[in-house]
């Protein structure tokens, strides 16, 4: 009789490592440029389409209700954390809230001027979301609190700290490090690192 259910091999450490990743139990910083200080109470971000719009502060955003995440993430330079507890809200419940047109592309933008680009499918249809804290402690400046965006399955340079605006788009339009030569998509189980990978 045949075998129902799970009949791959047990999900192990390395099994959940990434081509070319050590884990790490730390958590590195990595910004381009100064940490941006920007207090609860001043922190905005709108979402828009290029026609309809909507802003949220640190109220508007939580009153949208925010959920817990248990994930694995990595950073281009090489290190993978495994494990971490991150709070906020999906990024497809703001944009459902802000009623925006879902175009094919998103633009990522963060106090201080620093720039991502992805597919609107990769906030909407994984685990992306709005993220307010880390192992259930606010988000330091540093790792881009009060309110950061997190998008686990893709190199963390897409996780753009100190979030300000996310623009949904017609046309691609590359961002920061996109423009620098990393690689469009960054994929880590295809190793996308660079724009030639
Ligand atoms: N605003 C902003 N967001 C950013 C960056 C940055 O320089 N500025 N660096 C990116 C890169 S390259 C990485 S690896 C991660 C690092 O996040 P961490 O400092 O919390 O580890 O943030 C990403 N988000
Ligand atoms: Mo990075």
Redesign the pocket.
Known sequence: MATRGFQGRPRTESAAVPPGQYVTDD???????PT?YIDEADWKMTITDGTTSKTYDWQSLHALGTVDLVTDFH???HWTKLGSTWTGVPVAKVFEDAGVEEFEHALVK?????T?NLPTEDLLEHDAMIAVAFEGDDLTP???GPV??FVPHL?????????SEIRFTDDEEPG??ERAGYHNYGDPWREQRYYSD
């Open positions: 958590f590195p910083v990595l910004t381009a440029g941006e950073c281009v330079t963060s106090y201080g001027g620093y991502t540093a790792h881009g950061r965006l190199y963390l340079w897409k996780s753009a700290k100190w979030l920061f490090w």
